[in-house]
């Protein structure tokens, strides 16, 4: 069961971390991602991250601006998002994929999401 914490209501211009937890569950082996979905508009990725390797992908809208990183003694997956935008404003959700999968894959396990709301 993934839970995604830390959305809010913010201001323009300000940064917000998202984190995203697991209990009883291991990353190592899978793909972690970060989705939004804002209102009357298709989910879409936003960033992930190969657990074992470290290495990271972005969305281009997000690119420089967001940064997705995992605490592996944590077994936690953070997004730290800055400068954000009313753009932004979207519920997110953390996902995981199956064991092995590409980035690019489906991703088969979802969090419930967290509401961030940026206000101009």
């Known amino acids: 069961q993934l839970q995604a914490s830390g959305g809010g209501l913010v201001q323009a211009g300000v940064s917000l971390r998202l984190s995203c937890s697991a209990s009883?569950?291991?990353?190592?082996?899978?793909?972690m991602a970060w989705f939004r979905q804002a209102p009357g508009k298709e989910r879409e990725f936003v960033a992930a991250i190969i657990w074992s390797a470290g290495k990271t992908y972005y969305a281009d809208s997000v690119k420089g601006r967001f940064t997705i990183s995992r605490d592996n003694a944590k077994n936690a997956l953070y997004l730290q998002m800055n400068s954000l935008s009313p753009e932004d404003t979207a519920v997110y959700y953390c996902?995981?994929?199956?064991?092995?999968?590409?980035?690019?894959?489906?991703?088969?396990?979802w969090g419930q999401g967290t509401q961030v709301t940026v206000s101009s």
């Open positions: 996902a995981k994929s199956g064991y092995g999968a590409s980035w690019l894959g489906a991703y088969d396990s």
């Open positions: 009883g569950s291991a990353f190592t082996g899978y793909v």
